[in-house]
């Protein structure tokens, strides 16, 4: 007797758990974790480039006659990176995540313009310690990149798991939507002119 009270007592708890299980419950927090690791990864490879461009600066200041509105501009972006508040709310927002994803986009511009720039200057360019922060830079970028596609491709996974039943009767339970993703930069699809 004792032991059908205890079966009939576990009953509810098990209901529970398959019911959890089958409206996708635990695939949603999977797949939010996943996308919060993917995220925190973007951050952390953007921050690394964010920290390589003082040492760059203070190399290309070395020359004295390199163009000062070009180092003006590599500082005021990487000022206005350093100055945005990113949390975990940023993947939640559009608007805050389009705000990240532009003042990297202008950091990128001016670390690109930069880089045309001290190709005029060939003492700069044979500098090693120039070469040094130029081909960390550049892996920086490489790793910027297989971040923000990680992050993409978790954000879809994380989005389809949210939208198809029946697991978005577990993300409707803990309050889960849609998250936004990165977009690509508007004019970014046509070649650049190439003037001869």
């Known amino acids: 007797m004792k032991r059908r009270s205890s079966l009939w007592l576990s009953a509810p708890f098990l209901l529970l758990a398959l019911?959890?299980?089958?409206?996708?419950?635990?695939?949603?927090?999977?797949?939010?974790?996943?996308?919060?690791?993917?995220?925190?990864?973007?951050?952390?490879?953007?921050?690394?480039?964010?920290?390589?461009?003082?040492?760059l600066v203070k190399v290309v200041k070395g020359a004295a006659e390199f163009e000062r509105t070009t180092l003006q501009q590599v500082v005021e972006a990487r000022s206005k990176?350093?100055?945005?508040?990113?949390?975990?709310?940023?993947?939640?927002?559009?608007?805050?995540?389009r705000a990240f994803e532009a003042a990297q986009q202008q950091l990128s511009g001016a670390?690109?313009?930069?880089?045309?720039?001290?190709?005029?200057?060939?003492?700069?360019?044979?500098?090693?310690n120039y070469r040094d922060l130029q081909a960390q830079l550049e892996g920086t970028e490489n790793r910027i990149a297989v971040a923000r596609k990680r992050y993409i491709d978790s954000v879809a996974t994380y989005n389809k798991v949210v939208q198809t039943f029946p697991s978005m009767l577990g993300a409707s339970l803990?309050?889960?939507?849609?998250?936004p993703n990165f977009e690509g930069t508007p004019g970014a699809e046509k070649p650049p002119e190439i003037e001869l």
Do not use: H
Not at 174 to 179: D, I, L
């Open 81 to 97: 990176v350093a100055g945005l508040k990113v949390d975990s709310s940023t993947i939640e927002d559009p608007q805050k995540l």
């Open 19 to 55: 019911s959890t299980q089958a409206c996708g419950f635990n695939r949603v927090v999977e797949t939010d974790e996943d996308v919060k690791a993917a995220w925190s990864e973007v951050q952390n490879q953007y921050k690394r480039r964010a920290d390589l461009v003082p040492g």
């Open 111 to 128: 670390l690109s313009r930069l880089m045309v720039v001290v190709e005029r200057y060939p003492n700069l360019r044979a500098s090693e």
């Open 174 to 179: 803990r309050g889960k939507k849609v998250r």
